[in-house]
């Protein structure tokens, strides 16, 4: 069974980078079939897709962060992470890691329990 | 701001069926891109549930079904359960912008 965690400061001050990890237990982060992906959610609202990353190295990010999101995959400790630059209260959020199944179209088949992060002084 | 809209809540007694749309435009689901649905339960992480409009994983009850046409998808819960209760979720892919976009609908609370 295929499990994600993730970790990370909770809180983090503004015009700083969030950093955020996800580890991935009980398979390879290696597989080509899967990407890796964050998911943000703020208290009581809805969930924003923030990017992905392929075990080739490839990413995608969301047009509204591109300029402030890298992901980034270390797959000799089967992690992949987020940086998220010159955050602003906005971006408190639930922040989730999830794995993306090509085989099954895209979906976001497995992930974290999430982690809240709140940008505050 | 999301692109697909669902209806904020919908309720229902037990038994009974209800029924989620998720509408979106000729940029996403009209161009014909998979509908995925999503159940988060309170305080928990969102649980995948129909993939590729209507397909249902092992170990989700038959009760959930999804279908989609045009630009609008909608997600059938029949036979409705206490533990139903939760937010769902439609999610497919948005061409509008440039690059990959993953969109999300805007939420649906069902009230059992």
């Known amino acids: 069974q295929v499990q994600l965690q993730e970790s990370g400061p909770g809180l983090v001050k503004p015009s700083q980078t969030l950093s955020l990890t996800c580890t991935v237990s009980?398979?390879?982060?290696?597989?080509?079939?899967?990407?890796w992906n964050w998911i943000r959610q703020p208290a009581g609202k809805g969930l924003e897709w923030i990017g992905r990353?392929?075990?080739?190295?490839?990413?995608n990010s969301n047009p509204s962060l591109k300029s402030r999101v890298t992901i980034l995959i270390d797959t000799s400790k089967n992690q992949f992470s987020l940086r998220l630059t010159s955050v602003t209260a906005s971006d408190t959020a639930v922040y989730y890691c999830?794995?993306?199944?090509?085989?099954?179209?895209?979906?976001?088949?497995?992930w974290g329990q999430g982690a809240l992060v709140t940008v505050s002084s | 701001q999301s692109v697909l809209t669902q209806p904020p809540s919908v309720s229902g007694a037990p038994g009974q069926t209800v029924t989620i749309s998720c509408t979106g435009n000729?940029?996403?689901?009209?161009?014909?891109?998979?509908v995925h649905w999503y159940q988060q339960l309170p305080g928990t992480a969102p649980k995948f549930l129909i993939y590729?409009?209507?397909n249902r994983p092992s170990g989700v009850p038959d009760r959930f079904s999804g279908s989609k046409s045009g630009t609008s998808a909608s997600l059938a819960i029949t036979g409705l359960q206490a533990e139903d209760e939760a937010d769902y979720y439609c999610q497919s892919y948005d061409s509008s912008l440039s690059g990959l976009n993953y969109v999300f609908g805007t939420g649906t609370k069902v009230t059992v």
């Open positions: 990353i392929h075990t080739s190295g490839s990413t």
């Open positions: 000729s940029s996403n689901i009209g161009a014909g891109y998979d």
């Open positions: 009980g398979g390879s982060i290696s597989s080509g079939t899967y990407y």
């Open positions: 590729g409009n209507t």
């Open positions: 999830a794995r993306e199944n090509e085989v099954r179209g895209f979906v976001f088949d497995y």
